[in-house]
T-cell receptor, first 112, second 112 residues
Framework: KQEVTQIPAALSVPEGENLVLNCSFT??????LQWFRQDPGKGLTSLLL?????REQTSGRLNASLDKSSGRSTLYIAASQPGDSATYLC???????????FGTGTRLTVIP | DAGVTQSPTHLIKTRGQQVTLRCSPKSGHDTVSWYQQALGQGPQFIFQ???????QRGNFPDRFSGHQFPNYSSELNVNALLLGDSALYLC???????????FGSGTRLTVV
């Protein structure tokens, strides 16, 4: 069974700081990996999708990398803003499967 | 372009009752998945529907059942509700395997 771990569980940073969120997974036979943002009590907003053949994806201030062989992904957020405060979840899809395995998320607080 | 729409947004039910949650997928998507998210946890896969059939199921009891209609919308039914069924229920839609999943805002179910 795929296990997805996210470290740290919570992170608090001052506005303007660059930060890295980590995601690790146990089964490297993945099809893709997706990073989501979740505001309290709300649904999931997709941030970035990385296919297994890709090494990274970028969208604005966000950059996600994937190292399939080591079972790791990172989400880099540049110049953090208070509006970035949310829980960030990573999810992996195994090759041949139709479901996502989620981590428990990193709760980010950006202090003005 | 409407995203994934879920109804209702909130629901309070009594233990032992039955509940039906509804989901309309994003335009152009033909596959619907349902997830359960307990407080402080990552979403857990319940099942996925494609071409009106259950294509894959997670580790949930038979009390959880679903349906997909010809217009690709879907329902999640939960019978004999338990207090432990209290959670945020998320619907996700997709098209093929390349595009990733789009999630709705969820239905918050409280069982009392």
């Amino acid at each position: 069974k795929q296990e997805v771990t996210q470290i740290p569980a919570a992170l608090s940073v001052p506005e303007g700081e660059n930060l890295v969120l980590n995601c690790s997974f146990t089964d490297s036979a993945i099809y893709n990996l997706q990073w989501f943002r979740q505001d309290p009590g709300k649904g999931l907003t997709s941030l970035l999708l990385i296919q297994s053949s890709q090494r990274e994806q970028t969208s604005g201030r966000l950059n996600a990398s994937l190292d399939k062989s080591s079972g790791r992904s990172t989400l880099y957020i540049a110049a953090s803003q208070p509006g970035d405060s949310a829980t960030y979840l990573c999810a992996v899809r195994l090759a041949g499967a139709n479901n996502l395995f989620f981590g428990t998320g990193t709760r980010l607080t950006v202090i003005p | 372009d409407a995203g994934v729409t879920q109804s209702p947004t909130h629901l309070i039910k009594t233990r032992g009752q039955q509940v039906t949650l509804r989901c309309s997928p994003k335009s152009g998507h033909d596959t619907v998945s349902w997830y359960q998210q307990a407080l402080g946890q990552g979403p857990q896969f319940i099942f996925q529907y494609y071409e009106e059939e259950e294509r894959q199921r997670g580790n949930f009891p038979d009390r959880f059942s679903g349906h997909q209609f010809p217009n690709y919308s879907s329902e999640l039914n939960v019978n004999a509700l338990l207090l432990g069924d209290s959670a945020l229920y998320l619907c996700a839609s997709s098209q093929g395997v390349v595009t990733g999943y789009t999630f709705g805002s969820g239905t918050r179910l409280t069982v009392v």
